[in-house]
T-cell receptor, first 111, second 111 residues
Framework: GEDVEQSLFLSVREGDSSVINCTYT??????LYWYKQEPGAGLQLLTY?????DMKQDQRLTVLLNKKDKHLSLRIADTQTGDSAIYFC???????????FGPGTRLSVLP | SQTIHQWPATLVQPVGSPLSLECTVE??????LYWYRQAAGRGLQLLFY??????ISSEVPQNLSASRPQDRQFILSSKKLLLSDSGFYLC??????????FGPGTRLLVL
């Protein structure tokens, strides 16, 4: 079955690194995604990784994928107050129409 | 470039009244279109998706219906709203194998 899990809350101090974790159950997923949702807004695509990759870096964002453990993480370097939001992990399967989303991790950045 | 619009942004409706939420996409053709609901503090629940005009797939039994009268228009409706229909409704589009993009959302409060 399809299931994506995330911790619901994370607090970090401004300037520190944040690591948001996600685990999934179906190893056949083709792409894995990170979305950001600011209060009252839609979801903004941050980055995604193809399932045959281990790592992807984009400025302050680093995505790590461990297929053996079915674990995906998003690292935000030098976390800023503007990074406070809910972060959703999602996956899609070969030939699939639907994305499967995790419950979201609420990141709070403390001054 | 592609853009996705939703309206209204906010809606307050009495129980038992009808509902019509609209989503339109610009700058693309024949996209897959999706309606999600996000209850307060919760993750995303896929309600409907459409791969073409007049083609609607329902993911969960519910009080809502969807229609796609034009290629880039997706409508979410109800004949009689329930209290439990309150939430944040997100439309999304996707073309090709990779990413899914979200609209700004409509916040619905049923009283």
């Amino acid at each position: 079955g399809e299931d994506v899990e995330q911790s619901l809350f994370l607090s970090v101090r401004e300037g520190d690194s944040s690591v948001i974790n996600c685990t999934y159950t179906d190893s056949s997923s083709t792409y894995l995604y990170w979305y950001k949702q600011e209060p009252g807004a839609g979801l903004q695509l941050l980055t995604y990784i193809f399932s045959n990759m281990d790592m992807k870096q984009d400025q302050r964002l680093t995505v790590l994928l461990n297929k053996k453990d079915k674990h995906l993480s998003l690292r935000i370097a030098d976390t800023q107050t503007g990074d406070s939001a809910i972060y959703f992990c999602a996956e899609i399967f070969p030939g699939g129409q639907n994305f499967v989303f995790g419950p979201g991790t609420r990141l709070s950045v403390l001054p | 470039s592609q853009t996705i619009h939703q309206w209204p942004a906010t809606l307050v409706q009495p129980v038992g009244s009808p509902l019509s939420l609209e989503c339109t996409v610009e700058g693309t053709s024949n996209p897959n279109l999706y309606w999600y609901r996000q209850a307060a503090g919760r993750g995303l629940q896929l309600l409907f998706y459409s791969v073409g005009i007049g083609q609607i797939s329902s993911e969960v039994p519910q009080n809502l219906s969807a229609s796609r009268p034009q290629d880039r228009q997706f409508i979410l409706s109800s004949k009689k709203l329930l209290l439990s229909d309150s939430g944040f409704y997100l439309c999304a589009w996707r073309q090709g194998a990779e990413t899914q993009y979200f609209g700004p959302g409509t916040r619905l409060l049923v009283l």
